[in-house]
């Protein structure tokens, strides 16, 4: 007689019959989202050494205040450039170490920001002198360019470095309290030294707008402030986030640094106070978009672990209705479960494979910059924002859906997707607000617009970047098909694809009708509020489709054939449900018709639906290709066995609160009330007789 499996026996079961079920081979994806075998193997071999060191050990971390998370991050990183002595890593191997740390760290910042920034922008005496500091740790630093008053508008910092030519230095002052840099990290307790954005002011008050300044801010000796600069930690963030960075604020009360140490590799000042212009406006630009860059594929990975622990745990959670077996269903059988989940997993994909992608195009403008050539700038700028606008709120939107999807377990730090989604929200606003962001992408749709505009009719190729291709569709050799009707083929990545881009080509020429409008009247704008942000989300998603759709057509290249079908069809659901967030605009523009008295969109939802259940199967193997380890994940509701339940009960027998019996508290407070609330009872009772 076969013995019946128990719940805890039931989830590993379910875990290896998912596993079982899927057609594709795994390591082939894996190494796509990996960039090659090579690369996966080098990961591999960094996680174990990592992994299998106990000053990595992540047992305690839920139970740890701020200031044992800030000693145990410092520690990390110490150990990391450590091994990396030790094992010999080079400078890219060190950072994808730093990279597989699932926590913002200090030194994580001091990687992204300050030592790109400085290496492209420093010059040959600052990189002759700091160099080899900066790349080897000897000094620590940050990026010093919000301050308290002022953010995204860079032009209105208002730290001044104004020059003094009889002793060929620089000071550095913050002049109100609104100048005091503020959130800037690794500043609050760990950078040694900072680069300063602050108004250049040359002898006799000329202003030449923001600079970048090399400031010492602490010795190299004791750690100790240095004199004039006064720097601190402004305190814990929303949702206990980013809990080991030490985002700091400084003032600056008339500090002196050399002449020498204003970052020169385009602009400088001359010892006796003249300027130095750049060769070109748009040089310094670089730095700025290697982070947002950064950011995309960054985003593509945090979707990924949130995809994978919930439709892992959803793969062995069994709840409600019960199946032909007699077993409550698996909560991935339910198609609204399915609705959820799988669309932030293709995003996973598509954001990983974009933003390898993008920083590669980001090297490539780097090499022409430095060769004096900015023709790459414009476009840059505005796709990186437009990456950067989607991949953040889509990221944060994803990780809470993910959440929400694994009902009342989700909610516990176990989980783990808590802690990221808390670390993954601020970058929606750093790095440019995406609000303010959604003005770049406009303006530059406008620009294309009216450049399109200008093209003589007979062109038959009109001169679009690709981040405003989609302008293409107002050309009138595309007006003969103006829409789709009901019984578009949705299997066709192409349908969505098309559809996106007509949405955004109708709402940029929209908004351009509305303001030529309003120049002419010489009244207002009717634009509606909200207008600019919609029109920038739907520009972004027509090139973020646009980008999908060569994806999807270079697939059979880069996989073998079924492996190829099924991340396609992964990406081309990814597309659809981009259309079924845009309906209000696409049905208010007449894009999608059907026959009078019906739903034009029903289809669109049925094919939705349909390829969900056609992935459900592959989802625990799309899932495995992200290669994650469960010391990686940290999630007791993502572990790759499913024994969900057994992982969530021992983690809480390590909870201090379960460390005293009776518990802390007890005979001050606890015992006082009880006993109170009896004698009242008793005194109540007997008042009753």
């Known amino acids: 007689m076969t013995t019946k499996a128990t719940p805890e026996e039931r989830t590993k079961l379910d875990m290896a019959a998912a596993r079982a079920t899927t057609s594709i081979d795994v390591p082939r994806i894996r190494d796509l989202l990996y960039d090659g075998r090579d690369k996966w193997e080098t990961s591999s071999r960094i996680l174990r050494i990592m992994s299998e060191d106990p000053v990595f050990d992540k047992s305690q971390r839920p139970f740890m205040n701020r200031q044992e998370r800030y000693k145990r991050a410092v520690k990390i990183t110490n150990r990391l450039y450590e091994l990396q002595g030790t094992h010999k890593w080079s400078t890219a191997e060190a950072r994808l170490a730093l990279d597989l740390v699932d926590e913002e760290l200090p030194m994580h910042l001091s990687a992204a920001t300050f030592e790109p920034v400085f290496m492209e922008q420093c010059g040959p005496y600052l990189r002759g002198k700091y160099g080899d500091l900066v790349i080897n740790r000897g000094i620590q630093g940050c990026y010093l360019q919000t301050e308290l008053g002022h953010g995204t508008d860079v032009g209105s910092l208002e730290t001044t470095a104004t020059y003094i030519p009889e002793t060929k230095e620089f000071e550095i002052h913050s002049p109100t309290l609104t100048s005091s840099k503020w959130w800037i990290g690794a500043l609050g307790r760990t950078a040694t030294h900072g680069v300063v954005q602050a108004k250049l002011i040359l002898p006799g008050g000329k202003d030449m707008g923001p600079h970048m300044f090399l400031v010492q801010l602490r010795s190299l000796q004791d750690h100790t402030t240095l004199p004039g600069i006064t720097v601190g930690d402004i305190g814990p963030k929303v949702l206990g986030a980013y809990v080991c960075v030490d985002n700091g604020f400084a003032r600056f009360d008339r500090v002196r640094i050399p002449r020498e140490n204003m970052l020169s590799a385009y602009s400088s000042v001359t010892d006796d106070g003249k300027y130095v212009k750049p060769p070109h406006s748009k040089l310094g630009y670089g730095g700025m978009l290697w982070v947002r860059a950064a950011l995309v594929g960054k985003g593509g990975w945090y979707m990924a672990r949130a995809a994978t622990v919930a439709i892992r745990y959803c793969t062995v959670r069994r709840q409600s209705n019960k199946g032909q077996d007699g077993l409550e269903r698996q909560v991935i059988s339910y198609p609204s479960v399915q609705y959820r989940l799988l669309p932030v997993l293709s995003y996973a994909y598509v954001f990983i494979l974009l933003g390898r992608d993008l920083m590669n195009r980001v090297a490539t403008m780097s090499t022409q910059l430095a ?34 999807a694994m009902g009342g377990h989700g909610f516990s730090e176990f989980s783990g997707l808590g802690r990221w989604y808390a670390d993954w929200l601020p970058t929606a606003t750093y790095e440019g607000d995406n609000y303010v962001l959604d003005l770049q992408v406009v303006r530059g749709a406008l620009k294309a617009f009216h450049a399109l505009a200008r093209a003589p009719p007979a062109t038959a190729s009109p001169p679009l970047p690709p981040s405003a291709a989609y302008l293409r569709f107002l050309h009138p050799s ?47 704008s009717a634009l509606d509020a909200d207008m600019d942000h919609r029109i920038s989300r739907a520009a972004a998603e027509a090139y973020l489709a646009m980008r999908i759709g060569e994806l999807v057509r270079g697939l059979p290249g880069a996989l073998p054939a079924r492996e190829a079908v099924v991340v396609g069809r992964l990406l081309t659901l990814g597309l659809l449900a981009l259309v079924e967030g845009g309906l209000v605009d696409i049905l208010s523009f007449g894009l999608l018709r059907g026959a009078p008295g019906a739903d034009p969109s029903a289809a669109l939802r049925i094919a939705i639906k349909g390829l969900c259940a056609e992935l459900v199967p592959e989802a625990i193997g799309l899932t495995d290709a992200f290669g994650f380890t469960d010391w990686q994940l940290d999630s007791a509701l993502g572990v790759e066995d499913g024994s969900v339940y057994q992982q969530l009960w021992a983690r809480a027998q390590a909870e201090p609160l ?6 802390d508290g007890y005979k001050e407070y606890i015992k006082p009330m009880l006993e109170r609330g009896q004698r009242v009872a008793a005194a109540a009772s007997k008042a009753k007789l």
């Open 658 to 663: 379960n460390a005293t019996e009776p518990v």
């Open 478 to 524: 595309h007006s003969a098909t103006p829409h789709a009707d009901a019984g578009a083929d949705w299997a066709d990545h192409a349908t969505a694809v098309t559809l996106l881009e007509r949405r955004a080509a109708a709402l940029v020429q929209a908004r351009a009708a509305s303001e030529s409008a309003s120049a002419s009247s010489g009244g207002e």
């Open 371 to 404: 060769a004096g050539n900015a023709a790459m700038v414009p476009e840059m700028h505005i796709t990186s924002s437009a990456l950067k606008i989607l991949v953040t709120s889509m990221g944060s939107a994803g990780i809470e859906t993910a959440r929400r």
